[in-house]
């Protein structure tokens, strides 16, 4: 098997004093859509700061394991230099666009770290308004504007103009009405055929595991099932516990 993209390897993590991952370890391969799935506080979102090594009191504090990008260890990697030098993005739970500024400027505010050049960056622009023509209709826009889902594309897209090649979104589908969550899910399915890999945690665990190849269910900050979706959707603890079966 080669190396995958993403290694967490035995991971402890703490918020303070509170353990809130108790060594777990999973695995995301290239072009590959990995969802995590468990109930609110189960770690999920604290697994996704981990690994974007966003620094404490924002996110927790790394007490022992390791967190490996194409072989190598990105514990104590600068946050910036996970998204400008390994293209890894979080989109995180709650958006945090920055409503005062406009569609547009959300969207230039992303390129600032990239190494690439214009025509790059511009084909990314357009890449990223034909994915979501309302953000091209509202570019001029203050983004506080928006409505919630277009907010959310507005969030997904900021992680597009960032150059990302591997992307971690946070419950994109939260608040969202039903049609706008599936064409979310959709235009995510697009990306990863495009050779996006997509790592996702989302509170509707039927939709994630429909939509991913492989799952992980934690809880209480430890892994307790894991496989391929199709699996885990007939597992009958899963499905008593998560899909209402």
């Not at 991952?21 to 859509?33: A, C, N």
């Not at 899910?185 to 492989?214: C, S, V």
Request: glycine share 10%.
């Amino acid at each position: 098997m080669s190396t995958p993209l993403l290694e967490v390897s035995d991971l402890y993590v703490k918020y303070g004093n509170i353990e809130a991952l108790h060594g777990i370890s999973f695995t995301v391969g290239e072009g590959e859509i990995v969802t995590l799935i468990g109930a609110n506080g189960a770690g999920k979102s604290t697994t996704l700061m981990s690994v974007s090594q966003l620094p404490p009191p924002e996110a927790p504090k790394v007490i022992s394991g390791d967190i490996k990008f194409r072989g190598k260890s990105i514990l104590g990697m600068a946050p910036d230099k996970i998204v400008s030098d390994l293209h890894l993005a979080l989109v995180p739970e709650g958006r945090h666009i920055f409503g005062n500024l406009t569609v547009e400027e959300n969207l230039k505010l992303a390129t600032f770290a990239r190494k690439d050049g214009q025509t790059e960056i511009n084909r990314d622009y357009k890449r990223v308004y034909t994915l979501f023509p309302r953000l091209d209709e509202r570019k001029k826009q203050r983004s506080e504007s928006l409505s919630g889902g277009e907010q959310q594309m507005l969030a997904v897209g900021r992680a597009l103009m960032s150059g990302t090649k591997f992307i971690m979104l946070d419950e994109p589908s939260m608040g969202l009405a039903p049609l706008l969550m599936y064409d979310m899910f959709r235009t995510l399915k697009d990306l990863n055929a495009e050779g996006m890999t997509i790592l996702l945690i989302e509170q509707n665990a039927n939709l994630a595991l429909k939509f991913a190849h492989r799952g992980y269910v934690i809880d209480t900050g430890e892994i307790v099932a894991e496989g391929p979706c199709d699996e885990l959707m007939e597992d009958p603890e899963v499905k008593k516990a998560y899909l209402g079966g």
